[in-house]
């Protein structure tokens, strides 16, 4: 997890008033003069991208309960170390997904050693230390815990990703910078139970945060390459010929020249993923936090590092892929107004889209549960909004990403995927206006002659004209009575700082049992208009969708 000293003072926290209020003044119902035309054509010839089938990913981190920011510690027990491995609302949450990928990991994962019979030290649990990295002392995790920890990831199906401690053995040079080669002495010996003990690690990352000028440390990337293939050799040793695991890094802020010379001092063939974070919404307290999440711009941002990291890739390590190792969205354990809210997936949702078009493979959410990011209430396990968001979007939106060009507002965001389950295609919505409604007409580009009439925007540019007399599928569903599925998300009350959020009107809560509650969509014909209310999210399901890319 980042951490950054705050950009304003405990006084600043007033401030979200400003924003909040007008905010909760929009009218009840919006008229149907007040909904705007948009059009969006999908371009089904073929994916522009693709994400892995476990795209959609959430983290566990390291943080005890003296972690504060702000003055309010929101970790609790929450921590590898202490979490109640045993609620069985854990566990139904993580099985819903089938499977949810778990990154083990963050901000103090360098400071972790593991209690094996050489470790040469009493194995002791964080604690608050001046001038130690992040203010804690180095912490131990027991073979038992570690033993528990894979119980609930066997019986959930989980798919695991563990982050290594990449700092063990090297010396501080100078302030905030590390040199000297890793010691994996350590890290080897787990490694070696882990494996004796079968446990299923899809794959190991190797260190968090440590890439270019670092958070707290930083290592050089010519040492970082060279340890790098120390761990692959390690990997080899123990695996044999059976599937062995990935090999992920660095877990850190993008910075173009580190990552490159990372991928050419490894070589091909070592590293499979480049992991980087996102923390692109300001600081916790930051009371700018909710208008970022509706400015169209500014989320679009992030687009240049999604697309830097795609050809810092393509150019200097094919063999590798971007993943999104870890992004809260607001840095300093997130922040208590917005990032457990309802408001907090049109930030998420786009997150997951934008990334997904630079063929991002992963995509891992700060956090499962701890801090005020959690997917999870950190002391009732029970569900936040963005919960639902990320189990949606697991659920409908395949790993086949497609093109799509949208004419009308920036306000509404749009991306368009391979359907995950009944095939066809899964378009989600995202409406950041505060008052204006969209009227949204799906088009088959097979279709369309883009010849007259009013302007397109193609994903990163406008095309002029297009001609809206044709039907969206082509030759099937022209009977009219084919139909589309529709998921419409929104806040309850109207509020978009709710915790609770309603799909088709109904309020997503746990049943008696503590189950997740069934996600049924509306049925609606394909013939009609989308609408989607201002400050909603839509997911729409075409099965019957003629995209000849999907069909692959």
């Not at 890439?211 to 990997?235: C, N």
């Not at 396990?381 to 963005?386: L, M, Q």
């Not at 008696?512 to 209310?533: K, R």
């Amino acid at each position: 997890m980042r951490t950054k000293p705050p950009l304003f003072g405990s006084g600043s926290m007033s401030l979200w008033f400003i924003f909040i209020l007008p905010l909760l003044c929009l009218p009840a119902r919006v008229r149907p003069e007040d909904y705007s035309d948009v059009t969006v054509i999908v371009r089904g010839s073929e994916t522009i991208a693709s994400t892995s089938d476990a795209f959609v990913c959430a983290t566990i981190d390291w943080w005890p309960p003296e972690k504060c920011n702000y003055d309010q510690c929101p970790w609790g027990k929450a921590s590898v170390l202490n979490l109640d491995l045993t609620n069985p609302l854990l566990a139904k949450a993580i099985q819903a997904f089938n499977p949810l990928r778990i990154r083990v990991g963050g901000s103090l994962q360098d400071q972790v050693v593991y209690g094996t019979p050489n470790l040469g030290s009493p194995c002791d649990p964080f604690t608050k230390v001046s001038g130690g990295l992040f203010g804690f002392s180095q912490g131990c995790i027991t073979l038992e815990r570690w033993d528990a920890i894979n119980d609930l990831f066997l019986n959930t199906g989980a798919v695991i990703t563990f982050g290594l401690n990449a700092l063990q053995g090297r010396q501080q040079i100078r302030r905030g910078v590390w040199g000297g080669p890793w010691n994996s002495s350590n890290a080897r010996e787990f490694m070696e139970y882990t494996v004796s003990k079968d446990y299923p690690i899809d794959s190991w990352e190797f260190g968090n945060e440590l890439s270019g000028s670092g958070i707290g440390a930083s290592v050089g990337a010519e040492q970082y390459g060279k340890d790098l293939v120390e761990l692959q050799t390690i990997i080899n040793e123990f695996y044999g010929d059976s599937r062995k695991p990935l090999v992920v890094a660095p877990g850190g802020f993008y910075d173009q020249k580190w990552f490159a010379e990372l991928l050419e001092v490894s070589g091909p063939n070592v590293l499979n993923a480049m992991t980087h974070h996102i923390y692109n919404l300001g600081a916790g307290n930051d009371p700018q936090v909710p208008n970022r999440i509706l400015n169209p711009q500014y989320l679009s941002r992030t687009s240049d590092t999604f697309r830097g990291i795609q050809l810092t890739i393509q150019r200097h390590g094919p063999w590798s892929a971007p993943w999104v190792g870890e992004a809260g969205g607001a840095y300093n354990s997130g922040s208590r107004l917005v990032s457990n809210t309802f408001l907090n997936s049109f930030w998420y949702l786009d997150q997951l889209g934008q990334s997904a078009k630079y063929d991002t493979k992963v995509y891992c959410r700060q956090t499962l549960i701890g801090g005020n990011y959690g997917l999870l209430d950190t002391d009732t396990f029970v569900p936040n909004p963005d919960y639902y968001s990320a189990l949606l979007w697991h659920r409908l939106m395949g790993t086949g990403v497609l093109s799509t060009d949208i004419s009308g507002s920036s306000y509404l965001r749009a991306y368009v995927h391979c359907g995950k389950q009944k095939g066809g295609v899964a378009l989600l919505l995202l409406n950041l206006h505060r008052s204006m409604g969209f009227m949204v007409s799906f088009r088959n580009d097979l279709n369309v002659n883009l010849a007259e009439g009013q302007g397109i925007r193609r994903d990163n540019f406008f095309v002029h004209g297009l001609k809206r007399t044709v039907s969206w599928v082509g030759s099937k569903a022209s009977d009219g009575y084919s139909k589309r599925e529709e998921y419409h998300l929104s806040a309850k009350d109207g509020n978009p700082f709710a915790r609770t959020m309603l799909l088709n009107g109904v309020p997503l809560e746990l049943t008696e049992d503590g189950d997740i509650p069934p996600l049924y969509p509306v049925e609606v014909s394909v013939n009609s208009p989308i609408y989607v209310a201002p400050l909603t999210i839509a997911f729409v399901v075409f099965p019957d969708f003629e995209a000849e890319a999907c069909g692959r």
